[in-house]
């Protein structure tokens, strides 16, 4: 199998080395497997040299009269620079990688982050709160910049990563020799991410989406892909007193082609496809109304049009014929492409090709360009790459009060060994135990657990545990996998109690963990490769939030019971039953009463006169002897 | 406050407390009686409410499903070879179906002889996932063709959408009731791939019955009394609705669909509160029990009838439909009800208003021990100074009825008819062993009831429908002490409420159900079983055939 590492580096690296002007772009295609493509749009701006300042906010106010930003954003210099960020990543990504069926990521991983949004930046500070007061005013800065809601980066998710800061301590651009540079890092896993993210990114482009490859990038045809990623990285690069920004920004997607040609010709229902189109196995029962579905065609036939539903609108810098790069990564022999320039008196079409193992072309005319692609098997493509390392992380368990994560990690390579750098943060509420981590290793002679495993496997490792409501936990581990086998990492922890006030909007959804970054090094300790494991919904327990009011109510009504009989005792005479059977009987009410049972005592003993024998008892023994026999 | 004065001054003045003693046991079995009419008005007129959706995402059945015309033709393709299957080994069915799925671009993985199929959601966060589960065979024995056919087409078909944003996870199971479950289990604990939590499962049905069915039927009881959110059943049947099909709950006649009567609705709640008890313990799953205990929202689907008027793509719609109802949610199931009783697919009870039916039975049992007590006119000093003693009868009583539970499972005894013989050994021990003194002869009884009554109370929120049946069949214990009865109406007393007894009537392969549920299904019953029911049986059993109430009955007489 071919290397394609270097090819990867010279698609990057490529326009930077031909070109002297200050942008490039450059959009590559590689078909994967299954009628997939994965789509690179790649962006370079360089600004003009400046001199670095350290710009301290509480003495003067912002001066860069002398900055000629050119090419590079007006809008973003002035955040940089005010908050005196020397380095900036920004991620923004959704959908799931399937490495198995598409190899390694694009760029190594470099440009793609986890689900949501990530932040980090390499910030100019005399000390750590400096650095934090700036990473703070500028996530708040960043936030309405890109429509994303980076202005809930706080203390309890903000990490200060070890191994980034390490593999950036050759890093030294410095405006003032007393200062240090701080890594700090923070990740939104449960933003979406949409076209209000896209419009902004476009934005910071000197063509503004209008011309060039940019021109094809509409926000329904993008989003509606299997995974995205865009990333936007800016650094500073200085010789001598002389510095410039450099800003890559990037856009990869995979776009299923049979669904977009699909949606091209159907439109974007997904209504069943009529009987006469359906692809049916011959060899099993066939008839009008049974079909054994075969797979996906391979002999497909699509353009840039049906994939993106626009055309390339010319290059992006007209001066600049070098300026604006397709790269095709396919099977030469197998594949036809076909270029169509569309200009305003003619069409012209060529077929393009090429002897080395990509395809480049370059988009220098002013015409609308559209590239359609045929092959009569789609299967044959360049071959693609395995990761060094598979990983992934689920949540274990099912109580409300606590759980447990199970990270697996799997060498497939069956001779090499793979060292990589395993990074977590978890929101501090959930409370790790890390006594709790066990090792379970299944290699070609079986499965091995024990805490004698670890000294093995782990050969670092990290821990800052969590501050309530102030700091995430963070873990990093070193890990040296051999070759064929894989280890699984499992470790528990408890769920804490929010306060009321502390439940977002849609608290019955879940809290997301973010994705763990995991980096793979070579022998020498350099990063190679960089991926994520996919997010995690944590539930908490979760309060029904009329619960208040129903403790309001019953408070309310206790209280009231309360002041009732503790009035009635303040305001009562207390006096004996004698007595009150003395007061009862000269009462009005009781007056009546008796006045009427004599009357009606007389009423009776008129009526039916008492019986001889009866004559020594009184009239009122005579009632008491009724009652008892009516009992 | 001064109300409450005047009534307790006149109770005290007329001697009410001495009569209402004497009464205590007609009290108690009134407030039984009333248990169970309170039960029999919910299905009234005005004491039900009607099915709503509540939580506003899931908006079900306003998206038209396209799962139907052609769709109907892949399902026929696949069915027949499914057919094909039938003779083979679960080995062989999973490999031509894995690739089949394979075709279709989907990822597949096993666990032991389950097969399960992963589609992640291009859009989303990749944290939560949707379970279609399909058994091989069917709840009644049949081969599973038209399910397994179905699952396939619709895997296929949620591929060409690209709405979803929760994965969609396919299980291809041997059986729908341990290997489910353990599916399930190995899902929350060592599987290696996964999709995030599980929100909603649905388990299908569709046997032999060829392209089309009359209508289908809806099973929803979970483990140990825990029930699907009302508004996943509501959704469903909505969907239903709008397709036209009628559906069936707790085995209804089809002569009966349409009808909605008083009748119709109290067999539906009868029949519901019977099935949810039996749920787990039953030797046929019915596969949504499964789920139960990992906070998934489950139910079964079942197609029945062979002549029509509905096809098999409108199943499949209603499974589709309801996937994206549920893929709409934001939150997890929350808004509407986890605890009611159904009366009609359009119609229930809510927790609130069935619990005070299983309240009145615990009081009951609370009153006819504080009767025991009272009425055997012993002192209630001699109770106390002999508490100890009785509390040390109970507690080795639990002890022996800790080590059936444990014992039983592993010894796998198939049958109940024998332990209903082993209840009455005290019978044969009566003329060997010294009798207990008339204190501990009643305070046994007394605490025995008193204990049902707490195992009641403790119960009636979590699993209502034990709660109740329990304490239906233990009534017959409050009518032995109070007064004592003769020796033949104890012991047939003791006989109708001993639970082997009970479970015998219920089928040999209930008590098997019974035995190895926790095992198997983690379902808890069995404990409660033989540490509630059977440990208080036992006691008043023992108190009653042991025990000497001479005295006492001769002193009831004297005060009459």
Not at chain 1, 397 to 414: E, H, I, M, T
Request: overall charge negative; glycine content about 6%.
């Amino acid at each position: 199998m071919l290397n394609w590492l270097p090819i990867w580096s010279i698609i990057v690296l490529l326009p930077s080395v031909i070109a002297g002007t200050y942008y490039n772009e450059s959009l590559s295609l590689k078909p994967l497997p299954r009628n997939k493509l994965l789509s690179t749009f790649a962006f370079q701006i360089d600004s003009l040299p400046f001199t670095l300042q350290y710009h301290n906010a509480s003495i003067d106010s912002l001066n860069d009269a002398n900055h000629h930003y050119t090419y590079f954003p007006r809008a973003l210099g002035p955040i940089l620079e005010s908050s005196n960020i020397r380095e900036l990543h920004l991620r923004f990504t959704q959908g799931w990688w399937d490495s198995e069926s598409w190899g390694k990521l694009p760029h190594d991983g470099f440009r793609s982050g986890g689900t949501g949004v990530e932040v980090s930046a390499i910030v100019e500070a005399p000390n750590l709160a400096v650095a934090k007061e700036n990473w703070f005013k500028f996530s708040k800065t960043l936030s309405g910049f890109f429509c994303a809601s980076i202005n809930f980066v706080d203390d309890s998710i903000t990490t200060f990563p070890k191994h980034a800061v390490d593999s950036h301590k050759e890093k030294k651009y410095f405006s003032d020799k007393a200062n240090k540079l701080y890594y700090i890092r923070a990740a939104l896993p449960s933003e979406p991410i949409c076209t209000e993210n896209l419009t902004p990114f476009l934005k910071l482009l000197p063509t503004r989406g209008k011309a060039g490859i940019a021109s094809l990038l509409d926000g329904h045809k993008l989003f509606d892909s299997l995974w995205h990623g865009m990333s936007i990285d800016v650094s500073t690069e200085c010789e001598g007193d002389n510095c410039i920004l450099k800003m890559d920004q990037t856009i990869d997607h995979v776009i299923d082609i049979i669904r977009s040609i699909r949606k091209k010709e159907e439109g974007g229902l997904p209504r069943p496809t009529p009987g006469d189109k359906l692809r049916c196995d011959p060899e099993k029962t066939f008839s009008v109304w049974q079909c054994f579905p075969l797979g996906d065609p391979t002999e497909i036939d699509w353009s840039l049009e049906t994939l993106y539903g626009r055309l390339i609108n010319g290059p992006a810098l007209m001066n600049d014929p070098k300026g604006t790069v397709l790269n095709i990564i396919t099977d030469r022999d197998n594949w036809r492409i076909t270029a169509k320039q569309d200009r305003q008196d003619s069409i012209v079409t060529y077929t393009v090709g090429s002897d080395k193992d990509i395809i480049t072309e370059y988009i220098n005319e002013q015409a609308k360009y559209d590239f359609s692609f045929h092959t009569s098997d789609s299967r044959l493509i360049v071959p693609i790459e395995t990761p060094p390392l598979i990983a992934s992380r689920s949540l274990t368990g099912y109580s409300q009060d606590k759980g447990g994560f199970r990270v697996s990690f799997k060498n497939p390579s069956l001779d090499k060994s793979v060292d990589f750098v395993y990074f977590e943060s978890l929101p501090w509420f959930s409370r790790l135990y890390l006594n709790t981590l066990t090792l379970k290793v299944h290699n070609s002679s079986g499965d091995f657990v024990g805490k004698d495993l670890e000294s093995t496997y782990i050969k670092n490792r990290y821990y800052r545990p969590a501050i309530d409501r102030s700091r995430p936990s963070h873990l990093e581990l070193l890990l040296s996998i051999p070759a064929n086998s894989s280890v699984v990492l499992t470790y528990q922890f408890d769920k804490s109690l929010l306060l009321y006030h502390e439940y977002p909007p849609d608290a019955n959804h879940g809290f997301s963990v973010e994705p763990a970054v995991i980096t793979v090094l070579d022998d020498n300790g350099n990063d190679i490769y960089e991926f994520r494991t996919t997010s995690l919904l944590l539930t908490l327990p979760t309060p029904d939030f009329s619960m208040p009011y129903n403790v309001i109510i019953m408070t309310c009504t206790i209280m009231s019971l309360m002041f009732g009989s503790v009035f009635n005792l303040l305001t009562k005479k207390v006096i004996t039953e004698d007595e009150l059977d003395q007061l009862t009987k000269q009462s009005k009410g009781s007056k009546l009463i008796s006045a009427l049972k004599e009357k009606i005592q007389k009423f009776k003993s008129k009526a039916k006169p008492p019986p001889p024998s009866d004559t020594k008892s009184t009239p009122q023994s005579n009632s008491k002897e009724e009652e008892n026999s009516e009992e | 406050m001064a109300l409450a004065e005047t009534i307790s001054r006149k109770i005290h003045k007329l001697g009410l407390i001495p009569k209402l003693i004497k009464l205590l046991p007609i009290v108690s079995l009134l407030l039984a009686i009333s248990s169970v009419s309170w039960l029999l008005i919910l299905p009234l007129e005005g004491n039900y409410r009607r099915t709503y959706i509540s939580e506003n995402a899931l908006m079900p059945s306003q998206a038209t499903s396209f799962f139907r015309e052609s769709e109907w033709n892949i399902v026929r393709g696949y069915r027949e070879e499914v057919g094909k299957l039938e003779a083979e080994s679960i080995e062989v069915r999973n490999q031509v179906i894995e690739s089949w799925l394979h075709e279709i671009g989907l990822i597949t993985a096993y666990h032991e002889n389950t097969l399960y199929s992963i589609m992640h959601a291009p859009r989303g966060d990749d944290t939560e996932a949707m379970v279609l589960a399909v058994p091989w065979i069917t709840s009644d024995d049949e081969y599973n063709e038209g399910a397994i056919a179905l699952a396939v087409a619709l895997s296929r078909y949620f591929t060409r959408l690209s709405i979803w944003s929760k994965n969609i996870i396919v299980v291809f199971v041997e059986d729908n009731k341990v290997p489910l479950r353990k599916w399930v289990e190995a899902y929350h604990t060592s599987l290696e791939e996964t999709a995030g939590s599980i929100e909603a499962a649905i388990v299908m049905e569709y046997g032999k019955n060829g392209d089309y069915f009359d209508y289908y039927e809806l099973n929803y009881e979970g483990l140990n009394g825990q029930l699907p959110n009302l508004d996943l059943l509501n959704t469903l049947n909505l969907i239903g609705y709008h397709e036209g099909l009628h559906c069936v709950i707790q085995g209804t006649p089809s002569t009966e669909l349409i009808k909605n009567t008083y009748f119709t609705r109290l067999r539906t709640l009868v029949r519901g509160i019977i099935a949810l008890t039996l749920t787990g313990i039953k030797p046929k799953g019915q596969g949504c029990e499964a789920f139960s205990g990992w906070q998934i929202q489950a139910f079964t689907l079942k197609a029945k009838g062979t002549t029509g008027p509905h096809d098999i793509t409108q199943f499949g719609r209603l499974v589709d439909s309801t996937f994206r109802s549920v893929n709409n949610l934001l939150e997890k199931f929350h808004q509407s009800f986890f605890f009611y009783l159904m009366l009609s697919t359009k119609n229930f009870v809510s927790i609130g208003t069935y619990l005070p039916s299983a309240v009145l039975m615990a009081v009951s049992f609370t009153f006819s021990s504080l009767g025991t007590i009272l009425i055997s006119g012993i002192p209630l000093n001699s109770f106390i100074t002999e508490s100890s003693k009785l509390l040390i009868i109970f507690v080795s009583i639990e002890g022996i009825c800790l080590i059936l539970a444990l014992a039983l499972p592993l010894i796998k005894i198939d049958l109940s008819i024998g332990l209903v013989v082993i209840s009455f050994l005290p019978l044969l021990l009566k003329n060997y062993v010294k009798k207990l003194n008339k204190t501990i002869s009643f305070g046994l009884i007394a605490l025995s009831l008193f204990f049902i009554s707490l195992l009641i109370v403790a119960l009636l929120i979590v699993h209502f429908s034990l709660a109740l049946l329990l304490g239906l069949f233990c009534l017959p214990l409050t009518f032995i002490a109070q007064p004592p009865k003769p020796q033949i109406k104890t012991l047939i007393n003791l006989l109708i409420s001993n639970p082997f007894f009970i479970i015998a009537i219920f089928g040999q392969d209930v008590f098997v159900g019974l035995v190895t549920s926790w095992h198997d299904m983690q379902c808890w019953t069995w404990f409660v079983v033989i540490l509630g029911w059977y440990s208080a049986w036992l006691g008043v059993a023992i108190a009653s055939l042991m025990g000497d109430f001479t005295v006492e009955v001769d002193k009831v007489k004297k005060d009459q």
